[in-house]
């Protein structure tokens, strides 16, 4: 990519989410992230291009030496921070600005610093040969899987956090708030259960309603999204048309809708088989497994059969995509609730020592020494700010890995095809080859663990609320929130990227 030659007609629309809007190239693999702030402040930013590129330098360093060593090197992708012609940003901020959905326009582009991240595009299968040969254009399975664990932590004072997950706990706070009009029932615990079953009705329940949580691109179009108009339902029929040629030979007789249930249902499988898939011994028959423990598997609200999720299989093959992010969110022992008294005391440590900030790494450097503060944190809290700032990194970290997404990248293959690095699945089956990533792997800021102490205040009154008038640990949450630790201004209002918290 040549900087200095940079024409916004070579660029086109390819996403967004809160804190970034992604455009891809035309013609090569790359897309370029550029980092987006609300409309007060682009008002009142007065940053410079320096701390622009510091703000990217340090997500790209953080997804580097943190991240990747944590995730896997074979999910992670090096990006690289680099300086636009303020120009072309401009240009190319006019020409997305059509394409943005209405729900996203509450920010906008950063078009002051010229900087961004360069980014090969997880969309189209890097390392496959056969796309030249296949008329196929590659599918990709984007899958944002949010927090696959129930909490242990004994300093949770809710017991419904033990036994209803997060994310399903959420969906009624969001529906109530109008984030979303329909529940969607996708249980993040079925996902990474590693039972064949249980992610397949996952997988079945983010095609019904994908909200953020599931995107299929083909040929690096997006060709399935959630609906800005929340009303409408998706069209599966139209989607199972795009995926025909995918999973059935092309003189199938079977009916149209016979044949949307056939594909869906390759589709699913082949999704799984990705995200089970460890890439360095794929054949193996002796897969190491990570058992979870039986109690921390299970969501009361998933809608799964009770007998499935008591009997079947519990564990996913070691390394494998689902293992390396569900292990990481796992850094997060102590629950929001047992780390808030020790976010406390990294506060008041900061308010008297604050140049402190520095040598506790609270913003970066993103390096070795950050790993080894989160790698090696003591198993015990000795009273010391060092375990204090250890377990605050940890959280951190992991939510960083409960709010990435999984890219699936599947091209089919002829015969004779080789494989190159990607991996083979379904033998027996049509043949494809798939790549798995990981994105979205930006430092959460250290500021933003009070925010979370307020949501996830909000998120289980709220359903407990809804699902257990009268209950008396209301009282006891009532009372919690009285005690809270955090009387700061709630994000809903301040929530924005280029405030430049340094990451
Ligand atoms: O807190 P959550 O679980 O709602 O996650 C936020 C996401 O909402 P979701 O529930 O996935 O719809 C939210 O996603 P949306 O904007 O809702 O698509 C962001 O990913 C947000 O991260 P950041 O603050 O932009 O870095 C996420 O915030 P963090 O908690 O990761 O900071
Ligand atoms: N390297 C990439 N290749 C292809 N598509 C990408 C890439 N990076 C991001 N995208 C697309 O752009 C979208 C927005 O990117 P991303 O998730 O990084 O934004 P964000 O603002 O950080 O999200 P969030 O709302 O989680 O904070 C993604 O959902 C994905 O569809």
Not at 472 to 489: H, I, M, P, T, V
Request: with cysteine.
């Amino acid at each position: 990519m040549e900087l200095d030659k940079m024409d916004e007609n070579d660029w086109k629309y390819h996403g967004e989410g809160n804190k970034s809007l992604v455009v891809s190239h035309v013609q090569h693999a790359r897309v370029l992230r550029l980092l987006k702030y609300s409309t007060e402040d682009a008002e009142n930013s007065h940053k410079t291009t320096e701390q622009a590129f510091r703000h990217i330098q340090n997500i790209v360093d953080y997804s580097q030496n943190v991240m990747k060593p944590l995730l896997g090197e074979k999910f992670i992708h090096n990006g690289e921070a680099v300086k636009l012609p303020l120009d072309f940003v401009r240009q190319l901020s006019l020409k997305v600005q059509q394409e943005r959905p209405e729900s996203r326009c509450d920010k906008v582009m950063d078009t002051l610093s010229g900087c961004a991240l360069c980014l090969p595009n997880l969309t189209q299968l890097s390392s496959c040969c056969c796309c030249s040969r296949e008329h196929r254009p590659p599918l990709c399975i984007e899958i944002k899987p949010k927090c696959g664990f129930l909490p242990a932590s004994r300093h949770i004072t809710k017991d419904i956090k033990r036994k209803v997950c997060r994310f399903c706990m959420h969906q009624h706070f969001k529906l109530a708030n109008g984030k979303w009009k329909r529940l969607s029932h996708y249980c993040p615990l079925d996902l990474f259960s590693g039972n064949k079953q249980r992610m397949s009705l996952a997988i079945k329940h983010l095609i019904e309603e994908p909200q953020n949580n599931f995107n299929i691109f083909k040929g690096g179009e997006c060709i399935y999204t959630c609906n800005d108009d929340a009303d409408v339902l998706q069209d599966l029929d139209e989607l199972a048309q795009h995926l025909r040629p995918y999973f059935l030979p092309s003189g199938s007789l079977l009916s149209r809708q016979q044949s949307s249930k056939v594909v869906l249902n390759e589709l699913i499988q082949v999704i799984v088989s990705a995200l089970l898939s460890t890439w360095d011994c794929p054949r193996s028959g002796q897969l190491r497994k990570t058992h979870l423990s039986e109690g921390r598997v299970t969501c009361e609200a998933s809608l799964l059969h009770r007998d499935l999720l008591r009997n079947g299989n519990h564990c996913l093959p070691k390394d494998c995509v689902l293992d390396k992010i569900l292990s990481t969110q796992m850094l997060d022992n102590l629950d929001i609730e047992g780390l808030s008294p020790l976010f406390k005391r990294v506060e008041q440590h900061l308010q008297m020592f604050p140049k402190e900030r520095c040598r506790l790494q609270m913003d970066g450097p993103y390096n070795a020494s950050f790993l080894e503060k989160v790698q090696n944190c003591p198993a015990e809290d000795d009273g010391s700010i060092e375990y204090a700032v250890g377990k605050v990194h940890q959280y951190r970290v992991a939510m960083t890995a409960k709010d990435c997404s999984i890219m699936v990248a599947i091209a089919t293959c002829g015969e004779d095809d080789g494989l190159d690095q990607s991996l083979e699945i379904q033998p027996t089956k049509p043949r494809f080859t798939c790549s798995v990533s990981i994105l979205d792997l930006d430092p959460k800021p250290y500021e933003s663990i009070s925010h979370q102490s307020r949501l996830d205040y909000k998120i289980v009154n709220h359903y407990l609320r809804r699902t257990q008038p009268n209950n008396q640990e209301l009282d006891n949450l009532e009372e919690l929130a009285n005690q809270s630790l955090f009387l700061g201004r709630d994000r809903d209002g301040e929530d924005c990227t280029l405030v430049f918290h340094p990451v």
